[in-house]
Protein backbone atom coordinates (compact mmCIF):
# COMPACT_ATOMS: atom_id res chain seq x y z
CA UNK A 1 0.00 0.00 0.00
CA UNK A 2 1.04 3.29 -0.83
CA UNK A 3 1.01 6.14 1.55
CA UNK A 4 0.21 10.02 -0.29
CA UNK A 5 1.32 13.34 1.14
CA UNK A 6 -0.44 16.44 -0.49
CA UNK A 7 1.01 19.70 0.52
CA UNK A 8 1.02 23.36 -0.83
CA UNK A 9 -3.19 24.22 -0.23
CA UNK A 10 -4.03 27.69 1.38
CA UNK A 11 -6.16 30.51 1.27
CA UNK A 12 -5.83 32.80 -2.02
CA UNK A 13 -7.35 35.40 -3.76
CA UNK A 14 -9.80 34.98 -7.09
CA UNK A 15 -7.32 35.11 -9.95
CA UNK A 16 -4.32 34.02 -8.03
CA UNK A 17 -2.51 30.47 -8.12
CA UNK A 18 -1.14 27.35 -5.89
CA UNK A 19 1.06 24.75 -6.69
CA UNK A 20 0.08 21.75 -4.84
CA UNK A 21 2.27 18.73 -4.42
CA UNK A 22 1.78 15.14 -4.02
CA UNK A 23 4.71 12.80 -2.54
CA UNK A 24 3.99 8.95 -2.86
CA UNK A 25 6.24 6.81 -0.32
CA UNK A 26 5.77 3.20 0.45
CA UNK A 27 7.22 -0.32 0.08
CA UNK A 28 8.77 -1.50 -3.12
CA UNK A 29 6.81 0.32 -5.61
CA UNK A 30 8.25 2.16 -8.90
CA UNK A 31 6.95 5.90 -9.21
CA UNK A 32 7.72 5.98 -13.25
CA UNK A 33 4.99 3.54 -13.09
CA UNK A 34 1.78 5.52 -11.29
CA UNK A 35 -0.94 6.71 -12.73
CA UNK A 36 -1.62 9.89 -10.62
CA UNK A 37 -4.58 11.64 -10.12
CA UNK A 38 -5.99 15.05 -8.55
CA UNK A 39 -9.49 15.24 -7.92
CA UNK A 40 -11.37 17.55 -5.28
CA UNK A 41 -14.17 17.91 -2.95
CA UNK A 42 -16.01 21.03 -2.00
CA UNK A 43 -18.65 21.16 0.71
CA UNK A 44 -21.83 19.06 0.46
CA UNK A 45 -20.57 18.36 -3.10
CA UNK A 46 -19.36 14.24 -4.68
CA UNK A 47 -15.71 14.51 -5.11
CA UNK A 48 -14.72 15.32 -8.53
CA UNK A 49 -12.34 14.63 -11.21
CA UNK A 50 -9.40 17.92 -11.73
CA UNK A 51 -6.84 15.59 -13.55
CA UNK A 52 -4.59 12.77 -14.26
CA UNK A 53 -1.17 12.02 -15.26
CA UNK A 54 -0.19 8.89 -16.90
CA UNK A 55 3.01 7.23 -16.15
CA UNK A 56 6.17 7.99 -16.70
CA UNK A 57 4.19 11.58 -17.40
CA UNK A 58 3.67 11.05 -21.06
CA UNK A 59 -0.14 12.18 -21.19
CA UNK A 60 -1.64 14.17 -19.08
CA UNK A 61 -5.47 14.64 -18.87
CA UNK A 62 -7.45 17.57 -17.51
CA UNK A 63 -11.68 17.96 -16.77
CA UNK A 64 -12.88 20.93 -19.09
CA UNK A 65 -13.63 23.21 -16.15
CA UNK A 66 -9.71 23.45 -15.29
CA UNK A 67 -8.07 23.02 -18.88
CA UNK A 68 -5.98 25.84 -19.94
CA UNK A 69 -5.56 26.97 -15.97
CA UNK A 70 -4.37 23.44 -14.75
CA UNK A 71 -1.13 22.04 -15.50
CA UNK A 72 0.15 18.46 -14.35
CA UNK A 73 3.65 17.71 -13.88
CA UNK A 74 5.59 15.04 -12.03
CA UNK A 75 9.14 14.16 -10.66
CA UNK A 76 9.71 10.55 -10.53
CA UNK A 77 12.94 10.65 -9.13
CA UNK A 78 11.56 12.33 -6.27
CA UNK A 79 8.39 10.41 -5.97
CA UNK A 80 6.26 13.89 -6.57
CA UNK A 81 3.37 14.67 -8.63
CA UNK A 82 2.13 18.42 -8.91
CA UNK A 83 -0.71 20.38 -9.65
CA UNK A 84 -0.18 24.01 -10.89
CA UNK A 85 -3.62 25.81 -10.47
CA UNK A 86 -3.70 29.85 -12.12
CA UNK A 87 -6.88 31.77 -12.16
CA UNK A 88 -8.90 30.01 -9.26
CA UNK A 89 -12.43 30.40 -8.90
CA UNK A 90 -14.00 31.00 -5.24
CA UNK A 91 -16.25 28.24 -6.77
CA UNK A 92 -13.20 26.00 -6.74
CA UNK A 93 -12.44 26.11 -3.35
CA UNK A 94 -12.44 22.11 -1.91
CA UNK A 95 -10.50 20.04 -0.44
CA UNK A 96 -7.84 18.44 -3.33
CA UNK A 97 -6.68 14.84 -3.14
CA UNK A 98 -4.16 13.24 -5.10
CA UNK A 99 -4.47 9.18 -5.67
CA UNK A 100 -2.39 6.74 -7.12
CA UNK A 101 -2.53 3.93 -9.29
CA UNK A 102 -0.04 0.77 -10.20
CA UNK A 103 -1.81 -0.64 -12.65
CA UNK A 104 -2.36 0.48 -15.91
CA UNK A 105 -4.97 2.45 -17.05
CA UNK A 106 -7.49 2.85 -19.96
CA UNK A 107 -8.24 6.64 -20.89
CA UNK A 108 -11.60 6.17 -19.74
CA UNK A 109 -10.92 5.26 -16.62
CA UNK A 110 -8.62 8.06 -14.93
CA UNK A 111 -11.40 10.43 -14.02
CA UNK A 112 -13.01 7.36 -12.34
CA UNK A 113 -12.52 7.53 -8.21
CA UNK A 114 -12.45 3.58 -8.19
CA UNK A 115 -9.44 3.71 -10.64
CA UNK A 116 -7.41 4.49 -7.67
CA UNK A 117 -6.46 2.20 -4.83
CA UNK A 118 -4.72 4.95 -3.05
CA UNK A 119 -6.06 8.24 -1.52
CA UNK A 120 -3.72 11.30 0.33
CA UNK A 121 -5.73 12.67 2.84
CA UNK A 122 -6.02 16.04 1.29
CA UNK A 123 -5.09 19.36 0.97
CA UNK A 124 -7.71 22.56 1.87
CA UNK A 125 -7.68 25.17 -1.05
CA UNK A 126 -9.89 28.47 -0.34
CA UNK A 127 -10.09 30.84 -3.38
CA UNK A 128 -11.53 34.38 -1.74
CA UNK A 129 -13.79 36.95 -3.68
Known amino acids: QLQLAESGGGLVQAGGSLRLACVVSGQKFNMYMLAMGWFRQAPGKEREFVGAISPPGSTTYYADSVKGRFALSRNNAENTAYLQMDDLKPEETAVYYC????????????????????WGQGAQVTVST
Open 99 to 118: AAADRPLFADTYPRISGYPD
